[in-house]
């Protein structure tokens, strides 16, 4: 810490250093005590401008506290400018020109996927209210205007609106955080944005003309969103769950379907099933605070939140793709809790494979660098093969996995998402070999099958005519092993769709139903 200057010690000393071990510092403190049985403290210290300090050379974490904050409501000439600026933002979010983009067209045709649409919910959050459901679900730039000039004009007539209140207090959160809205989740607890005692004092502070809150509450693993509903003020007209883990797109009475996502985490696939499915559907995605150390460990947390929405069964459950590991492993938790589950289903893949020889070689003779590489080679056949997925998303797929500057983030988040889930799922399996012994097919298949035959649901297997059969190690195998579960299981084929494109087809819908 800094000497009192005028001090007697300090002036008996020419140089000034910035910092001091403890022990100087407790002279320091001592002198500057005696100075004041003397005389009043007259020396005038002027305030550092540490915002204009920050923007040059970021603090680190521990210090953003001292980061003035001011507040002032945007005027609306500032508004639009703010505006004007956003779809330049959105612009760049989409990697699309000016040029090239129409407002009435919907923002998935230019890429826009779970990931992006979450940041892009974030980013509208100020100005209008975008589920990430919303966004995803084809909504055109159009009318994301319309509700511009909604939000304005109900801000005009009242000027303390909800709205405008909430508003103004996420800009003083992030302000007093240091995160941009494109970085700040409102379901990360705001402890992993560096928030220290000190931030936390102030925040609550700043809060105050909106919301009581303490700072113990801010400072354990307390959310965004949590705190907005403590609030006193209505938040009805802000979505605030767009990165939640759990996402409900139907809602609706009866046994929710609860579908969990492919490696990429996305939930955008599901969305085709609004068409022709009847009855609520859940989905699990992959957010920033997923955890990713290990494949059960996910399975235990999506277990979690699932239980939090619905503590109890019966649940029916569909895994998706590579995550037909996880499908077993969740079921499996919830029926050693004593849960009923009345429905496992697996498609475009299954767990079985694995008990194929060509299969189980993998785990031995491949590194998991790999089998990254052979998971990243299936997922560019599957897009070949699928009449749905167009030859731009081939290409911004191909163009992540070779890091072009070209590829779009949406691509390149998938890639890396992918690759993590495939790792957890390589290490999964090989826990199955004898620790002791040589890794070999005998000593795999006899553990690996009591795990997974260990499985009491009923078991359903959709196979698309297009997609993973021609993937597969081995070559194609119709059920995709289906047939080798010791519980009945029914195996449907579905033709003309692929991989991805599967969820559109009302034939798909009717049997997730029942």
């Given at each position: 810490m800094p000497e009192v200057l005028e001090a007697v010690y300090s002036d008996r000393r020419n140089d000034v250093p910035l910092t001091k071990p403890t022990e100087a510092s407790w002279v320091y403190l001592e002198d500057g005590l005696r100075k004041l049985d003397d005389s009043p403290f007259n020396q005038y210290i002027p305030d550092m401008d540490w915002k204009s300090l920050d923007?040059?050379?970021?603090?680190?974490?521990?210090?953003?506290?001292?980061?003035?904050?001011?507040?002032?409501?945007?005027t609306h000439q500032k508004q639009s400018r703010h505006k004007e600026d956003l779809?330049?933002?959105?612009?760049?979010?989409?990697?699309?020109?000016?040029?090239?983009?129409?407002?009435?067209?919907?923002?998935?045709?230019?890429?826009?996927?779970?990931?992006?649409?979450?940041?892009?919910?974030?980013?509208?959050?100020?100005?209008?209210?975008?589920?990430?459901?919303?966004?995803?679900?084809?909504?055109?730039?159009?009318?994301?205007?319309?509700?511009?000039?909604?939000?304005?004009?109900?801000?005009?007539?009242?000027?303390?609106?909800?709205?405008?209140?909430?508003?103004?207090?996420?800009?003083i959160l992030l302000d007093i955080l240091g995160v941009s809205p494109e970085d700040f989740s409102p379901d990360i607890p705001l402890s992993s944005y560096g928030l220290d005692s000190l931030g936390a004092?102030?925040?609550?502070?700043?809060?105050?003309?909106?919301?009581t809150l303490t700072q113990m509450q801010l400072m354990g693993q307390t959310t965004w969103s949590e705190l907005l509903q403590l609030a006193d003020t209505s938040h009805d007209s802000v979505d605030h769950s767009a990165a939640q883990p759990l996402v409900e797109i139907f809602s609706g009475p009866g046994t929710p379907l609860i579908i969990l996502p492919g490696a990429n985490g996305s939930i955008a696939p599901f969305l085709g099933l609004r068409k022709h499915f009847r009855g609520p559907v859940w989905a699990m995605q992959i957010t920033e605070s997923t955890p990713l150390e290990s494949l059960l460990g996910l399975a235990e947390f999506w277990k979690e939140q699932i239980c939090e929405k619905r503590p109890h069964g019966p649940y029916r459950f569909a895994a998706y793709s590579a995550s037909v590991l996880l499908g077993v492993a969740l079921t499996k938790m919830m029926e050693d809790a004593g849960e009923e589950v009345l429905q496992l289903t697996f498609i475009e893949n299954c767990p079985v494979l694995w008990t194929r020889e060509e299969s189980e070689a993998?785990?031995?003779?491949?590194?998991?660098?790999?089998?990254?590489?052979?998971?990243?080679?299936?997922?560019?056949d599957m897009l070949r093969n699928d009449p749905s997925a167009g030859h731009v998303a081939l290409s911004n797929y191909e163009a992540a996995l070779r890091d072009l500057p070209e590829a779009s983030p949406s691509s390149c988040s998938e890639v890396g998402i992918t690759r993590t889930v495939m790792t957890l799922i390589f290490r999964f399996l090989r826990e199955f070999y004898s620790p002791t012994g040589a890794k070999s097919f005998s000593t795999f298949i006899g553990p690996f099958t009591t795990w997974l035959f260990s499985v009491k649901a009923p078991l359903l297997v959709l196979v698309a005519e297009h997609g993973v059969v021609h993937s597969i190690p081995g070559g194609a195998w119709p059920d995709l092993g289906a047939s080798r579960f010791r519980n009945p299981v029914t195996a449907h084929h579905i033709t003309g769709v692929g991989h991805f494109g599967l969820f559109a087809d009302e034939r798909v819908a009717r049997m997730l139903e029942h």
């Open positions: 923007a040059h050379f970021p603090l680190p974490a521990p210090f953003r506290h001292l980061i003035s904050v001011k507040y002032h409501r945007p779809l330049s933002r959105v612009l760049d979010l989409l990697e699309v020109s000016a040029a090239d983009f129409d407002f009435t067209q919907p923002l998935t045709i230019y890429g826009l996927d779970s990931i992006s649409a979450a940041k892009l919910s974030s980013m509208l959050r100020p100005f209008a209210s975008f589920s990430q459901i919303q966004l995803l679900g084809g909504a055109t730039w159009s009318e994301i205007q319309k509700e511009f000039q909604s939000s304005s004009s109900t801000g005009d007539s009242d000027e303390s609106s909800t709205l405008g209140d909430i508003t103004l207090a996420d800009d004092s102030r925040l609550a502070t700043a809060l105050k003309p909106f919301m993998l785990l031995r003779e491949r590194t998991e660098a790999e089998f990254r590489d052979l998971s990243d080679e299936s997922v560019l």
